[in-house]
């Protein structure tokens, strides 16, 4: 079956789009990558959707309007990647939409938000349309996140030692899995351990002007402002006390708690500050939190994705902190571990998550679960989402005799399995 996973982070900045052919091969889903594509969100989009995340206060009608527009951006993703990926034969479309809330308070969730309509997908491909993965985890008493950590388990389970999947986007989580392949040490855990890009980004376009050719600066561009800071000690210090670190897992915040107001009233205790010096905490501040995250499980590999991969500064600060190895080496010092990135491993770093939602999206269309609750604290385990038909008939597959428990990336297995039991998924 070739699924085709859409995503748009907590940087908003671009819909990663990825499409795979998922075969299922007794208790294994193999996923074969066929590519992946980005396309960035236009500049008015992009600038209407960061004016009304939180803090700041949106109408309905701004939200009507945004679900709209960014239901038309991932379903224009979705044409594309299906043409160019798939050679127009996707059966299916997963997506993850974009998040503009996610109410969280005293250690509980209780709703989540995500838009991007997608009617608008299901119209304009003709594939049927998997979406609105989070709430159903929510209403089980669930975090609603990170939810991609049922594919992070299936896909390290039988790994050695203690691997823990890392994902620094605007907002860094973790799902680690005790035991590796001895299948020992308890259950496996995931949440988000704080800011990842989300603070780095903020101050990088309130303090760091504009770039050579004019444009304004939108990231710390392979760590060239952190290279040239210095990390602040009373401010890193402020930051840290923070309490959400304490907080005990499973646990999620977002951008709705880590913001540029946030971090200006962090900076109002510390006097004015360049921006290297601000960008250079803050990364600090990321490897740091991240660090202390994964500490206390023991370690032994630490598989990274997301756009935080591309800042070295932050990879070199963040293996400092674990005391880790790069990935040429078999094996960290002693007490560390080694760090690498998902691409050693067949997914791309970029866009792992997109990957992953087409994994959650062949478990919706199959009826199966799409979470672990230990990982997001659920009462059970749910079926995700929502089904948007993509044409006037809709007949989904069966449940396989077998549900999956792992899942391994590489190349086709041949035609057998889902591949020939998804065939009528596709609407007429």
């Given at each position: 079956?070739?699924?085709?996973?859409?995503?748009?982070?907590?940087?908003?900045?671009?819909?990663?789009?990825?499409?795979?052919?998922?075969?299922?091969?007794d208790d294994t889903l193999v996923l074969a990558p066929l590519g992946t594509i980005s396309t960035a969100y236009d500049d008015d989009l992009r600038a209407d959707l960061a004016g009304a995340l939180p803090p700041a206060r949106a109408d309905?009608?701004?939200?009507?309007?945004?679900?709209?527009?960014?239901?038309?951006?991932?379903?224009?993703?979705?044409?594309?990647?299906?043409?160019?990926?798939?050679?127009?034969?996707?059966?299916?479309?997963?997506?993850?939409?974009?998040?503009?809330?996610?109410?969280?308070?005293?250690?509980?969730?209780?709703?989540?938000?995500?838009?991007?309509?997608?009617?608008?997908?299901?119209?304009?491909?003709?594939?049927?349309?998997?979406?609105?993965?989070?709430?159903?985890?929510?209403?089980?008493?669930?975090?609603?996140?990170?939810?991609?950590?049922?594919?992070?388990?299936?896909?390290?389970?039988?790994?050695?030692?203690?691997?823990?999947?890392?994902?620094?986007?605007?907002?860094?989580?973790?799902?680690?899995?005790?035991?590796?392949?001895?299948?020992?040490?308890?259950?496996?855990?995931?949440?988000?351990?704080?800011?990842?890009?989300?603070?780095?980004?903020?101050?990088?376009?309130?303090?760091?002007?504009?770039?050579?050719?004019?444009?304004?600066?939108?990231?710390?561009?392979?760590?060239?402002?952190?290279?040239?800071?210095?990390?602040?000690?009373?401010?890193?210090?402020?930051?840290?006390?923070?309490?959400?670190?304490?907080?005990?897992?499973?646990?999620?915040?977002?951008?709705?708690?880590?913001?540029?107001?946030?971090?200006?009233?962090?900076?109002?205790?510390?006097?004015?500050?360049?921006?290297?010096?601000?960008?250079?905490?803050?990364?600090?501040?990321?490897?740091?939190?991240?660090?202390?995250?994964?500490?206390?499980?023991?370690?032994?590999?630490?598989?990274?994705?997301?756009?935080?991969?591309?800042?070295?500064?932050?990879?070199?600060?963040?293996?400092?902190?674990?005391?880790?190895?790069?990935?040429?080496?078999?094996?960290?010092?002693?007490?560390?571990?080694?760090?690498?990135?998902?691409?050693?491993?067949?997914?791309?770093?970029?866009?792992?998550?997109?990957?992953?939602?087409?994994?959650?999206?062949?478990?919706?269309?199959?009826?199966?679960?799409?979470?672990?609750?230990?990982?997001?604290?659920?009462?059970?385990?749910?079926?995700?989402?929502?089904?948007?038909?993509?044409?006037?008939?809709?007949?989904?597959?069966?449940?396989?005799?077998?549900?999956?428990?792992?899942?391994?990336?590489?190349?086709?297995?041949?035609?057998?399995?889902?591949?020939?039991?998804?065939?009528?998924?596709?609407?007429?």
């Amino acid at each position: 079956m070739r699924v085709v996973g859409l995503m748009s982070g907590t940087s908003y900045d671009a819909i990663d789009a990825a499409a795979a052919d998922l075969s299922l091969d007794d208790d294994t889903l193999v996923l074969a990558p066929l590519g992946t594509i980005s396309t960035a969100y236009d500049d008015d989009l992009r600038a209407d959707l960061a004016g009304a995340l939180p803090p700041a206060r949106a109408d309905l009608a701004t939200v009507c309007r945004l679900d709209t527009r960014i239901g038309q951006a991932f379903a224009a993703a979705a044409v594309r990647a299906d043409e160019e990926l798939c050679g127009g034969r996707a059966d299916l479309v997963a997506s993850h939409g974009q998040t503009v809330f996610h109410w969280a308070e005293d250690g509980r969730v209780h709703g989540t938000l995500q838009i991007g309509e997608a009617a608008w997908i299901a119209e304009a491909t003709g594939r049927p349309v998997v979406s609105g993965f989070r709430t159903r985890d929510v209403a089980a008493g669930g975090q609603g996140a990170p939810l991609v950590s049922i594919v992070d388990v299936m896909w390290l389970r039988g790994r050695p030692g203690v691997p823990v999947a890392l994902n620094l986007g605007g907002i860094g989580n973790v799902t680690v899995l005790p035991g590796g392949a001895q299948g020992i040490g308890g259950e496996p855990l995931a949440f988000d351990t704080g800011p990842a890009n989300a603070l780095i980004d903020a101050a990088v376009r309130s303090m760091a002007g504009h770039d050579a050719s004019g444009r304004p600066y939108a990231m710390d561009a392979g760590g060239a402002l952190a290279a040239r800071g210095a990390v602040h000690p009373m401010l890193l210090r402020r930051l840290l006390d923070d309490p959400y670190y304490a907080l005990p897992a499973p646990k999620t915040t977002g951008k709705e708690h880590f913001h540029l107001p946030y971090l200006r009233s962090a900076l109002d205790s510390c006097g004015p500050l360049p921006a290297e010096d601000v960008v250079a905490t803050l990364t600090r501040l990321t490897a740091r939190t991240v660090a202390d995250a994964i500490r206390p499980f023991g370690a032994t590999e630490v598989i990274a994705s997301g756009g935080g991969t591309r800042n070295p500064v932050l990879m070199d600060w963040l293996r400092e902190e674990l005391g880790a190895a790069g990935p040429a080496r078999a094996a960290g010092p002693a007490g560390g571990c080694v760090v690498r990135s998902s691409d050693e491993l067949g997914l791309p770093a970029g866009a792992k998550e997109a990957y992953a939602f087409a994994v959650l999206g062949w478990l919706t269309a199959h009826g199966l679960p799409g979470t672990v609750p230990a990982c997001t604290g659920a009462r059970h385990a749910s079926v995700l989402g929502s089904i948007t038909p993509g044409g006037p008939g809709l007949r989904l597959p069966r449940p396989p005799a077998t549900a999956p428990v792992r899942l391994a990336v590489g190349g086709r297995t041949g035609e057998s399995g889902s591949r020939l039991s998804m065939s009528n998924l596709r609407c007429s």
